[in-house]
């Protein structure tokens, strides 16, 4: 099974052609704290640009920057900026937390930013990867339908998101050439 995250591509030790087409997208996040008994906000706040996620402990995360600039995983004040910007047109009084702490990660994105998920081109070889922004919601999913794939399954839940997807697409593109 290869799943490594937005380190995917990278892995050692591939035949030719199997490496998945994934790439890290860079994510900065926050995390503010208020007042654990008179909560800011009680539920997720969604804007366009960025959430908002009251904890039970006073913390709000504030989340999350979409960069495409490689392995880069430096906060950045650009990146606290414009997730603080945000956050207070949506919420004012998140001026007045305090802001605890910052986080810089990679997600795996695939060239449509959907996952590679089951058999890949080479004989026994599984992918669990390219979840992009979504890779904690869908771990259940994904467990189940790679655990049944690994048992000789073929789950139709991830028949759109077979890995071999991108060479297909790459064989018609060059035949159509
Ligand atoms: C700022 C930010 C906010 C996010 N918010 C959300 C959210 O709200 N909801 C959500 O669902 N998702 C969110 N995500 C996305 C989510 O974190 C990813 O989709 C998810 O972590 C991908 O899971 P994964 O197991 O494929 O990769 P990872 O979680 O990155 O795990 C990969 C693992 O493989 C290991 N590894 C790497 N290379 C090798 C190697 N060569 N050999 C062995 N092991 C290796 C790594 O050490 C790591 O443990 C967010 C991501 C970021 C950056």
């Given amino acids: 099974m290869l799943a490594a995250g937005a ?3 990278r892995v050692g030790g591939l035949p030719p052609g199997v490496a998945p087409p994934v790439r890290p997208v860079k994510g ?39 960069e495409e600039l490689g392995e880069d995983t430096r906060v950045t004040a650009g990146g606290v900026f414009e997730l603080l910007r945000a956050a207070w047109e949506l919420l004012p009084g998140i001026g007045e937390l305090q802001l605890v702490e910052t986080v810089a990660g990679l997600r795996p994105g695939s060239p449509d930013n959907a996952p590679l998920l089951g058999r890949s081109a080479a004989e026994g070889l599984l992918l669990a990867t390219g979840h992009y922004r979504n890779g904690i919601l869908l771990t259940p999913v994904t467990a189940d339908a790679l655990a049944a794939t690994l048992t000789g399954g073929s789950p139709d839940e991830i028949a759109a998101f077979a890995p071999t997807r991108f060479a297909v697409a790459a064989a018609a593109a060059g035949a159509s050439r």
């Fill in 7 to 9: 380190a995917s591509a």
């Fill in 28 to 66: 900065q996040l926050l995390h503010l704290r208020g007042p654990a008994d008179a909560p800011l906000a009680t539920r997720t706040i969604r804007g366009l640009d960025v959430y908002l996620v009251p904890r039970a402990d006073g913390r709000i995360v504030v989340g999350a920057t979409v």
